[in-house]
């Protein structure tokens, strides 16, 4: 059994489902996309994603209206396996179509670029042998990935914090996906022990110095599994 978060990006909520691996995720279309295939390499049994991420791939699915297989949809910041800012730590990133021809990589990138349902379609010439699309949302703190963090922030992107805070011994004593007062006494203090400006706000400065100090450690034995 996995514990699937779902951040509804209109409402703000956070809603929590108990699944088996075989079950399909929520909001995802009959059974195109079950927790396993979401969970791929993760060891991690806490998984999550937006209400966003999971209807574009439904409209994806339904115009190419094939099967499309992937292989790497979530991991967990620590885990690593992809870049410093990855989307996919967020849930909200798919890699697909590795098994197939380049014919039919290009006509899944077509679907999926012309649909427009996309925060980003990842150019054909830097996935050569796979097909990225992700459903990013709001302003990137830096030039590219994770917004601007603070107190009342609510969603992927503040389980991400959380869990790197925690991976690196900065407790906030829970994993929900809400920046309350807990989560900010731990970034203030991490932000004291690392020379950065003590404002509990996750900005630039802060996540490239987070990210670049959590990305693919490992399970430490502070990670939190709510």
Same mark, same amino acid.
């Given at each position: 059994?996995?514990?699937?978060?779902? #951040?509804?990006?209109?409402?703000?909520?956070?809603?929590?489902?108990?699944?088996?691996?075989?079950?399909?995720?929520?909001?995802? #279309?009959?059974?195109?996309?079950?927790?396993?295939?979401?969970?791929?390499?993760?060891?991690?049994?806490?998984?999550?994603?937006?209400?966003?991420?999971?209807?574009?791939?439904?409209?994806?699915?339904?115009?190419?209206?094939?099967?499309?297989?992937?292989?790497?949809?979530?991991?967990?910041?620590?885990?690593?396996?992809?870049?410093?800012?990855?989307?996919?730590?967020?849930?909200?990133?798919?890699?697909?179509?590795?098994?197939?021809?380049?014919?039919?990589?290009?006509?899944?990138?077509?679907?999926?670029?012309?649909?427009?349902?996309?925060?980003?379609?990842?150019?054909?010439?830097?996935?050569?042998?796979?097909?990225?699309?992700?459903?990013?949302?709001?302003?990137?703190?830096?030039?590219?990935?994770?917004?601007?963090?603070?107190?009342?922030?609510?969603?992927?992107?503040?389980?991400?914090?959380?869990?790197?805070?925690?991976?690196?011994? #900065?407790?906030? #004593?829970?994993?929900?996906?809400?920046?309350?007062?807990?989560?900010?006494?731990?970034?203030?203090?991490?932000?004291?022990?690392?020379?950065?400006?003590?404002?509990?706000?996750?900005?630039?400065?802060?996540?490239?110095?987070?990210?670049?100090?959590?990305?693919?450690?490992?399970?430490?034995?502070?990670?939190?599994?709510?």
């Amino acid at each position: 059994m996995a514990k699937i978060i779902v #951040y509804d990006v209109d409402t703000q909520a956070l809603q929590v489902y108990r699944l088996a691996e075989s079950d399909p995720m929520p909001y995802a #279309y009959g059974r195109t996309m079950l927790v396993r295939e979401f969970r791929g390499s993760s060891q991690s049994s806490v998984l999550w994603t937006t209400n966003a991420a999971m209807e574009s791939w439904n409209a994806t699915r339904r115009s190419y209206g094939s099967p499309i297989p992937f292989r790497y949809a979530f991991k967990r910041i620590w885990e690593g396996g992809h870049g410093r800012q990855s989307q996919h730590y967020a849930g909200v990133a798919f890699d697909v179509g590795q098994s197939l021809s380049s014919a039919q990589r290009n006509r899944i990138w077509n679907t999926a670029n012309n649909l427009g349902v996309w925060s980003y379609v990842e150019p054909q010439n830097m996935t050569p042998t796979w097909v990225h699309f992700d459903k990013r949302y709001g302003r990137p703190a830096c030039s590219a990935g994770f917004p601007l963090l603070r107190n009342g922030s609510r969603g992927v992107y503040v389980l991400i914090l959380q869990d790197a805070l925690n991976a690196l011994g #900065y407790t906030t #004593y829970t994993l929900d996906g809400a920046f309350g007062p807990n989560t900010r006494n731990a970034l203030i203090a991490y932000q004291r022990n690392n020379g950065l400006s003590a404002d509990g706000i996750c900005g630039c400065a802060t996540w490239t110095r987070i990210v670049n100090e959590v990305v693919g450690i490992g399970r430490t034995p502070t990670v939190i599994d709510p």
